[in-house]
């Protein structure tokens, strides 16, 4: 075994090494722990870089720990789709971060990159684990570390939304832990391949609780996403914690969407008894619901950062609406639609602070205030992040909503889906059109003019996260044909199963 | 009455009461049911390797049948979890009590007599 061969356990270590390294040195050394963020941020795009660079010809890379085989022991899987988001979180952290630093936001409280550097833990080995179990523990892992970084800075207002969100997801948890004692009774392994084949040998007698498992699990991965009914604990969350913060956490609704993504065709594909494709028929009304429930509060937001958490949602809908599909072409689509999404709706949190610290006491409130300095850039970054929540051209969305429809009229559904889409699309116009003119044009009488901001630096991070788009854009045939590929590589479970279980596959 | 039974009957009234707890409107009820429907969780999570009395989970010189150690690991794993989730729950609503002076899970202030009939004197008294 050659030292390439670790190459997909580095995703999750070095993290894990750098998080206590920055804690120790976070008291006496501040610039020393920045650095060891930034670090280990860089060496995790590079290694996922890296990965998926070993993974787009079609191979699954496997990695044992311990040594142990599957399905005994636990593995990691690295296929296209897990290298895919590995990047986007790895490109997610670097922008999130430097935002942070740059605003000073990571000195308002003692852990913020210790917890920081957790939190991406958390997310990439959920990305990467093939193990039930593991999946439940790395979301706890990113939870912990979520809690932490949403209270970051604390406030009443933090406090509040915090309890929520915990509450939240506690019980989330448990009900994750119900569906998977429920799926370990009836297979006996938590490996998902394993699992996947496994299923097909449940008796005729537990098929009901098979297919109650596999709801519950589905809604728990909902809950994660925000999906309606389940997106209640989203607004406040997100739009209380620290923007740099939320901006990290538009990555955390896709861990649902990919959990969904990447254990219903595995587990509860075809030959999965009463569990065969049971989410699917929930999932499409949800998606629309989450769609129309997203933008119609990008229309009402009383501020920004409100407006960028109803983003998410809208998204997440947009985003789900496409997978209801379950085929190569509209899984395909989601694919690219997806890390589209992500860093649309982490720009939408950033220009919301970045209006935030120009505008004195108004803040980010989309009312007229005063008219303040560097007005013009901001204006412009906004317009950006508008373009590409709403998916006009040229950036990014527009292509993945293209691609979104056209893979949506091979559906029988396909009315619904482009109407809930392009009207979604209408109303998110309005709505940005609305905060935008209301916020950079129209000035309050007698409003006292806010001093010039100190730094202009905070612009650094929003405008690399649209150049990110744009370079989506621009590279839009070689990402979405990998973003195919991932959908086509997910679709057949039995090319991963055999690649996982090796010769113990039956 | 059967050992299954028994378990089912416990783990269901341990989840109903988390349920109704985790409900109400106080923090101190709604962590107290998280509490109960953790400990049901964790009754589950073992009950999922079938109940066997008498068997070693791992290897034994005399065992001729063993249970399965299993759910016994996730179990462990899942108790250390949802305890330290428990701990920073407690911290967390009493930090926003003390914070927002209401220990609503909403986070409003509602009267309290209002909520369960019960006198508030000593919360009447904070700030």
């Known amino acids: 075994m050659t030292l390439a061969d670790h190459l997909p356990i580095l995703p999750v270590a070095i993290p894990a090494l750098a998080a206590p390294a920055a804690l120790l040195v976070m008291r006496r050394h501040r610039a020393l722990a920045v650095g060891i963020g930034f670090a280990a941020c860089l060496a995790q795009l590079a290694v996922a870089l890296l990965l998926m660079a070993r993974v787009s010809g079609g191979t699954i890379l496997v990695y044992s720990l311990g040594d142990w085989p599957a399905p005994f022991g636990i593995v990691l899987v690295a296929d296209r789709l897990a290298a895919l988001l590995l990047v986007l979180t790895a490109t997610l952290a670097l922008i999130a971060l430097l935002h942070a630093v740059v605003t000073k936001a990571d000195r308002k409280g003692w852990h913020f990159h210790p917890l920081f550097q957790f939190q991406l833990m958390g997310l990439n080995g959920a990305f990467l684990t093939g193990d039930l179990f593991n999946l439940f523990v790395f979301f706890e892992v990113l939870l912990i570390a979520s809690y932490g970084l949403m209270l970051h800075g604390q406030g009443p207002a933090r406090l509040k939304a915090g309890v929520q969100y915990v509450v939240v997801n506690l019980v989330g948890s448990a009900l994750f832990l119900i569906a998977l004692g429920m799926l370990y009774a009836l297979t006996g392994t938590l490996n998902m391949a394993d699992m996947g084949l496994r299923v097909r040998a449940v008796a005729p007698a537990d098929q009901g609780l098979l297919r109650i498992a596999a709801l519950l699990l589905t809604s728990v991965f909902a809950l994660k996403a925000a999906i309606v009914p389940l997106h ?11 923007p740099a913060v939320a901006a990290l956490f538009a990555i955390l609704t896709k861990v649902g969407v990919y959990a969904l993504i990447r254990v219903v065709p595995q587990v509860f594909g075809e030959g999965a008894g009463a569990a065969a494709w049971a989410p699917a028929p929930w999932l499409l009304p949800a ?11 990008v229309f009402t937001a009383r501020s920004l950062s409100e407006q960028a958490a109803y983003a998410v949602i809208g998204s997440t809908g947009t985003l789900l609406i496409a997978v209801a599909g379950w085929s190569t072409a509209s899984l395909g689509a989601a694919l690219y639609y997806l890390p589209h999404s992500t860093l649309t709706t982490a720009v939408l949190f950033l220009v919301a602070d970045v209006v935030a610290r120009r505008r004195g006491s108004f803040g980010d409130a989309t009312s007229p205030g005063p008219a303040f300095a560097g007005r013009e850039g901001a204006a412009l970054l906004f317009m950006g992040a508008a373009i590409a929540a709403t998916g006009l051209p040229p950036l990014s969305g527009f292509i993945g909503k293209l691609l979104i429809l056209k893979s949506a009229a091979a559906l029988p559904d396909w009315g619904w889906a482009w109407a809930v889409i392009l009207g979604t699309t209408f109303i998110g116009v309005i709505g940005f059109a609305r905060t935008g003119s209301a916020i950079f044009w129209k000035t309050a009488e007698g409003a006292e003019t806010p001093p010039a901001p100190e730094t202009r630096l905070d ?15 621009l590279g839009a045939g070689w990402a979405s044909a990998y973003a195919e590929a991932a959908a086509a590589q997910v679709l057949a479970p039995a090319t991963s199963a055999a690649a ?4 113990a596959a039956p | 009455m059967s050992y299954e039974f028994l378990v089912a009957t416990a783990i269901g009234a341990l989840v109903a009461g988390g349920i109704y707890l985790a409900l109400r409107a106080r923090t101190f009820q709604v962590v107290l049911g998280l509490t109960l429907l953790s400990y049901a969780v964790n009754l589950f999570l073992f009950a999922s390797g079938r109940l066997v009395a ?9 065992a001729d049948a063993y249970t399965d150690p299993l759910p016994q690991a996730l179990v462990l794993t899942a108790i250390v979890i949802t305890f330290g989730m428990t701990a920073f729950a407690v911290i967390l609503a009493l930090r926003s009590f003390l914070e927002t002076g209401s220990d609503h899970v909403d986070g409003d202030r509602v009267p309290c007599d209002a909520q369960d009939g019960l006198a508030d004197g000593e919360e009447g008294a904070e700030p």
């Open chain 1, 232 to 242: 209640l604990w989203l607004p406040r969350t997100y739009s209380a914690a620290t």
């Open chain 1, 287 to 297: 998606a629309l619901a989450s769609a129309c429930v997203g933008f119609a509060g």
């Open chain 1, 459 to 473: 612009l650094i991070a929003p405008v690399l996260a649209l150049a990110c788009l744009a370079a989506l854009s």
């Open chain 1, 500 to 503: 996982v279980l090796g010769s």
């Open chain 2, 54 to 62: 008498g068997r070693p989970p791992i290897w034994d010189k005399g």
